[in-house]
C-alpha cells in the first residue's frame, strides 16, 4: 500500500500562485502514477492533471491547463502541483491519488489510493 499526505493548501488572492506537495510513503519501491484531483463544495470530484511514473508524460484538464504544472521527484517520492494564475473558481479541496501503473491515468476509478485532501482557496 501507498500512503498520501497533501500539503501546501491555503489562501490565496485571484492571480496569485501555490505550489501543492503529495509525499508518498509505504511501498514506494514499485512503480505508480500519480494524479491530482479536486472537489468543491456542492460538486463532484474532478480530475486536474496526472502523470506518468517517469514523469515523461503529463496530462491536464481544459480548466488548468497553461495555469498548473504537474511534476514528480521520485528521489524524493514527492509530487507537485505548480498552481499560477488563480481564479476563484480554483477554490477546492485538492487531492493526490497513486495507482500501481507506469502509465498515467485521468479517471478517479483508476486510482487505488488518496490522501486526505488540502483546502485551497482563491479570493477575488
Known amino acids: 500500500q501507498v500512503q498520501l499526505v497533501e500539503s501546501g493548501g491555503g489562501l490565496v488572492q485571484a492571480g496569485g500562485s501555490l505550489r501543492l506537495s503529495c509525499a508518498a510513503s509505504?511501498?514506494?519501491?514499485?512503480?505508480?502514477?500519480m494524479g491530482w484531483f479536486r472537489q468543491a463544495p456542492g460538486k463532484e470530484r474532478e480530475f486536474v492533471a496526472a502523470?506518468?511514473?517517469?514523469?515523461?508524460?503529463?496530462y491536464y484538464a481544459a480548466s488548468v491547463s497553461g495555469r498548473f504544472t504537474i511534476s514528480r521527484d521520485n528521489a524524493k517520492n514527492t509530487v507537485y502541483l505548480q498552481m499560477n494564475s488563480l481564479k476563484p473558481e480554483d477554490t477546492a479541496v485538492f487531492y493526490c491519488?497513486?495507482?500501481?501503473?507506469?502509465?498515467?491515468?485521468?479517471?478517479?476509478?483508476?486510482?487505488?489510493?488518496w490522501g486526505q485532501g488540502t483546502q485551497v482557496t482563491v479570493s477575488s
Open positions: 491519488a497513486a495507482t500501481y501503473t507506469i502509465q498515467m491515468r485521468t479517471t478517479a476509478h483508476e486510482y487505488d489510493y
Open positions: 509505504g511501498r514506494t519501491s514499485r512503480r505508480y502514477a
Open positions: 502523470i506518468s511514473w517517469s514523469g515523461g508524460e503529463a
